[in-house]
């Protein structure tokens, strides 16, 4: 069965530094979504994503985060200069339409210390 | 604007007995409405989804939610718990959007 995909699994980075989360969706989906899970917190919807440009945001998502989809498959998440509340799990997923069922990746837990 | 309710942030049953887990949503809109399972260190699964078909909903491994348009509730319910459904369960509503909102999640414990 086809499924999201996110890499790496845990990263550690220092307060400041740039980080970038990459995920491989499903191949035949075309809207894309990054969600964040603060330890202990609900999940927060942060961007979708849909024909190469952001198509929503949430106010979370401000111009330290951008997303990207470098080539035909992979679908990323840059923080510019992380801060220590961006520790959080960083949840990828994808959909073939909206507002239908988005198949999540098993996430990314970022660090920042 | 829409937002989603989940009325238990913890749920206990004993296993073989029933599972509730309340939902209630707002919406302007007919809403799409979702369980999703999240298993500890575990990405989320869907269970079931409503999409304006059907208002009671079948999913995976036992569970069922209706969706109540009078009362804007879409409670879950199993009529058997496992040990194996011992989770964070998440409520979500998406609305013809491209946004889609999350309930606070039940934390569903089975004893056995």
């Known amino acids: 069965e086809p499924e999201v995909t996110q890499t790496p699994s845990h990263q550690v980075t220092q307060m400041g530094q740039e980080v970038i989360l990459r995920c491989v969706p499903i191949?035949?989906?075309?809207?894309f979504y990054w969600y964040r899970q603060i330890l202990g917190q609900k999940v927060e919807f942060l961007v979708s994503f849909y024909n190469n440009e952001i198509s929503e945001k949430s106010e979370i998502f401000d111009d330290q985060f951008s997303v990207e989809r470098p080539d035909g498959s992979n679908f990323t998440l840059k923080i510019r200069s992380t801060k220590l509340e961006d520790s959080a799990m960083y949840f990828c997923?994808?959909?073939?339409?909206?507002?239908?069922?988005?198949?999540f990746g098993p996430g990314t837990r970022l660090t920042v210390t | 604007a829409q937002s989603v309710t989940q009325l238990d942030s913890h749920v206990s049953v004993s296993e073989g007995t029933p599972v509730l887990l309340r939902c209630n949503y707002s919406s302007s809109y007919s809403p799409s409405l979702f369980w999703y399972v999240q298993h500890p260190n575990k990405g989320l699964q869907l269970l079931l989804k409503?999409?304006?078909?059907?208002?009671l909903v079948k999913g995976i491994n036992g569970f069922e939610a209706e969706f109540k348009k009078s009362e804007t509730s879409f409670h879950l319910t199993k009529p058997s718990a496992h040990m194996s459904d011992a989770a964070e369960y998440f409520c979500?509503?998406?609305?013809?959007?491209?946004?889609?909102?999350f309930g606070a999640g039940t934390r569903l414990f089975v004893k056995a």
């Open positions: 979500v509503v998406s609305v013809d959007s491209f946004k889609t909102i």
């Open positions: 191949s035949n989906h075309l809207y």
């Open positions: 997923a994808s959909s073939d339409r909206t507002p239908y069922e988005q198949y």
């Open positions: 409503y999409t304006s078909a059907a208002t």
